[in-house]
């Protein structure tokens, strides 16, 4: 069993930040890859960036690319996203979540279905 917590969504005004923490627990040995997804109403549960706990870069969607950052604190078992720059289509339930699979390639990282565990979710709101 893997536990994760976000923290640090809230209401920002467009062109304004946020950072977003997720704190991994339990079998954290377990987790291979945390990733960053967010969902708005109606809509389906989108990709935002992930990273590996052993190495290699963040990868980023195309929609925050150069906007946001995925970052971690391995000695604590912590993922960030750093947000930047933000814009009213960003408004979503931002989730991470922790995957235990070790895929060759990053493509699979990208898919709701390679994660294992999932976090309550933090609510995201940028005003126009």
């Known amino acids: 069993q893997v536990q994760l917590e976000e923290s640090g969504g809230g209401l920002v005004q467009a062109g304004g930040s946020l950072r977003l923490s997720c704190k991994v627990s339990g079998r954290t040995f377990t987790s291979h890859a945390v990733g960053w997804f967010r969902q708005a109403p109606g809509k389906e549960r989108d990709f935002v960036g992930f990273?590996?706990?052993?190495?290699?870069?963040?990868v980023h969607a195309d929609s925050v690319k150069g906007r946001f950052t995925v970052s971690r604190d391995n000695a604590n078992y912590a993922v960030y996203l750093q947000m930047d720059s933000l814009k009213p289509e960003d408004t979503a339930v931002y989730y991470c979540?922790?995957?235990?699979?070790?895929?060759?390639?990053?493509?699979?990282?990208?898919?709701?279905?390679?994660?294992?565990?999932w976090g309550q979710g933090t609510q995201v709101t940028v005003s126009s």
């Open positions: 979540a922790s995957s235990s699979l070790k895929y060759p390639v990053t493509n699979y990282y990208l898919a709701t279905r390679t994660y294992d565990y």
């Open positions: 990273i590996r706990w052993s190495g290699g870069d963040a």
